[in-house]
C-alpha cells in the first residue's frame, strides 16, 4: 500500500527553524516534494527533489528552506529556516509514482510573528 506521512509541524516564532519529514511506503517515489496551502489559497510548490538528488524551490522560499531525502529510508525532508509568518501553512508532502501524484494528510506550520 502506498502512503505518505508527515511529521514536524508545529508552532515557532518567525526567524526560528523547523524540520519536516514525509515518510513514504510501498515504493520509491520520483519526484517527491512539499506543497503548502494557507488558508483561503491555494495549494503551491515549496520544493521538490529526484531520486537523483536534482532540487527545485519556489521563489518564495530559495535560500531559507532546504529539501533533501534518504533513499535507503524512503524518506524527504524540508529544513526551514528564517521562517516568516507569511510561510504559515498546511504543508503536504507529495509523491509521484507510475503517472500518480500521492498524498499525505499535512502537517501544520504556524509561524508566529
Known amino acids: 500500500q502506498v502512503q505518505l506521512e508527515e511529521s514536524g509541524g508545529g508552532l515557532v516564532q518567525a526567524g526560528g527553524s523547523l524540520r519536516l519529514s514525509c515518510a513514504a511506503s510501498?515504493?520509491?517515489?520520483?519526484?517527491m516534494g512539499w506543497y503548502r496551502q494557507a488558508p483561503g489559497k491555494q495549494r503551491e510548490l515549496v520544493a521538490t527533489?529526484?531520486?537523483?538528488?536534482?532540487?527545485m524551490y519556489a521563489l518564495s522560499v530559495k535560500g531559507r528552506f532546504t529539501i533533501s531525502r534518504d533513499n535507503a529510508k524512503n524518506t524527504v525532508y524540508l529544513q526551514m529556516n528564517s521562517l516568516k509568518p507569511e510561510d504559515t501553512a498546511l504543508y503536504y508532502c507529495?509523491?509521484?509514482?507510475?503517472?500518480?501524484?500521492?498524498w499525505g494528510r499535512g502537517t501544520q506550520v504556524t509561524v508566529s510573528s
Open positions: 507529495n509523491g509521484y509514482l507510475n503517472k500518480n501524484n500521492y
Open positions: 510501498g515504493s520509491i517515489f520520483s519526484p
Open positions: 527533489i529526484t531520486s537523483a538528488g536534482s532540487t
